[in-house]
C-alpha cells in the first residue's frame, strides 16, 4: 500500500463517520498569531502547494492547515487515530519546518504498547516532496536506516497528502517489522 492508497481508504473511512482523532502536542504560541506571520513571510518564500481543487496553495498556508489540525485533535484517520500524534518541535519555529512525532507500535504485533518518538523536517519544497522522516527510538525496521533511523522513502507520495498520513503509513509498516528482532525498548539511535 502506497500513501496514495492509503489516502483513499482515509476518505472512505471519514465518509463513513470514522473517528479522527490525535494527541495533542504542546505549542505555546497561538494559532492565528503564528497563521499572520507565516503569511508574511510567505511572499517571501515562493513556495506553493495544491490542493484536490486545483488551486495553488503556499506551503505555509498548507503548513498552517496541518498544525490546526493536528492542535485540534484531526488529522490522523483511523485505524490511527490516538496512536499517532504530532506538532512543531519549537513554538517559535516560523518556518513550520521542524516537528515532533510520536507513535505507539500496532496493535497484535510485539510493538504493541511501545512509544516511538521521530523527528519530521519540511523543507523548502514540501509538500512537492514528502517530509523527512527519522525515528528517535530505535527500530529494526525495512525502510529504516540502522545507523541514523532515517526513513528511507514514502511511496505514492504527492503533495495532497499530510505529515499525519506520512505517520499513518510508518506506523502501517511497522507491522512488517515487528517480526525482526528489535533493540531494547528505549535505546535510541543517537545512543
Given at each position: 500500500?502506497?500513501?496514495?492508497?492509503?489516502?483513499?481508504?482515509?476518505?472512505?473511512?471519514?465518509?463513513?463517520?470514522?473517528?479522527?482523532?490525535?494527541?495533542?502536542?504542546?505549542l505555546g504560541r497561538t494559532f492565528s498569531r503564528r497563521r499572520s506571520k507565516a503569511r508574511a513571510g510567505e511572499a517571501q518564500e515562493g513556495t506553493s502547494s495544491s490542493m484536490s481543487s486545483g488551486v495553488i496553495v503556499p506551503r505555509s498556508f498548507k503548513l498552517l492547515e496541518e498544525l490546526?489540525?493536528?492542535?485540534?485533535?484531526?488529522?490522523?484517520?483511523?485505524?490511527?487515530?490516538?496512536?499517532?500524534?504530532?506538532?512543531?518541535?519549537?513554538?517559535?519555529?516560523?518556518?513550520?519546518?521542524?516537528?515532533?512525532?510520536?507513535?505507539?507500535?500496532?496493535?497484535?504485533?510485539?510493538?504493541?504498547?511501545?512509544?516511538?518518538?521521530?523527528?519530521?523536517?519540511?523543507?523548502?519544497?514540501?509538500?512537492?516532496?514528502?517530509?523527512?522522516?527519522?525515528?528517535?527510538?530505535?527500530?529494526?525496521?525495512?525502510?529504516?536506516?540502522?545507523?541514523?533511523?532515517?526513513?528511507?522513502?514514502?511511496?505514492?507520495?504527492?503533495?495532497?497528502?499530510?505529515?499525519?498520513?506520512?505517520?499513518?503509513?510508518?506506523?502501517?509498516?511497522?507491522?512488517?517489522?515487528?517480526?525482526?528482532?528489535?533493540?531494547?525498548?528505549?535505546?535510541?539511535?543517537?545512543?
Amino acid at each position: 500500500g502506497s500513501l496514495a492508497e492509503e489516502q483513499g481508504r482515509d476518505r472512505k473511512a471519514r465518509g463513513r463517520g470514522g473517528l479522527r482523532r490525535l494527541g495533542r502536542a504542546p505549542l505555546g504560541r497561538t494559532f492565528s498569531r503564528r497563521r499572520s506571520k507565516a503569511r508574511a513571510g510567505e511572499a517571501q518564500e515562493g513556495t506553493s502547494s495544491s490542493m484536490s481543487s486545483g488551486v495553488i496553495v503556499p506551503r505555509s498556508f498548507k503548513l498552517l492547515e496541518e498544525l490546526e489540525q493536528a492542535e485540534k485533535g484531526g488529522g490522523v484517520p483511523p485505524p490511527h487515530g490516538g496512536f499517532v500524534s504530532y506538532g512543531l518541535a519549537d513554538p517559535e519555529d516560523m518556518s513550520l519546518s521542524y516537528w515532533n512525532a510520536s507513535i505507539i507500535g500496532p496493535h497484535h504485533t510485539s510493538l504493541v504498547d511501545r512509544l516511538f518518538t521521530l523527528n519530521v523536517y519540511c523543507d523548502e519544497n514540501y509538500p512537492d516532496t514528502p517530509p523527512h522522516v527519522s525515528f528517535v527510538s530505535k527500530i529494526n525496521m525495512p525502510g529504516v536506516d540502522p545507523r541514523t533511523g532515517e526513513v528511507a522513502n514514502m511511496p505514492g507520495w504527492n503533495r495532497d497528502l499530510s505529515i499525519g498520513q506520512c505517520l499513518c503509513y510508518i506506523r502501517e509498516q511497522m507491522k512488517r517489522a515487528s517480526k525482526l528482532p528489535q533493540p531494547e525498548e528505549g535505546a535510541r539511535f543517537d545512543d
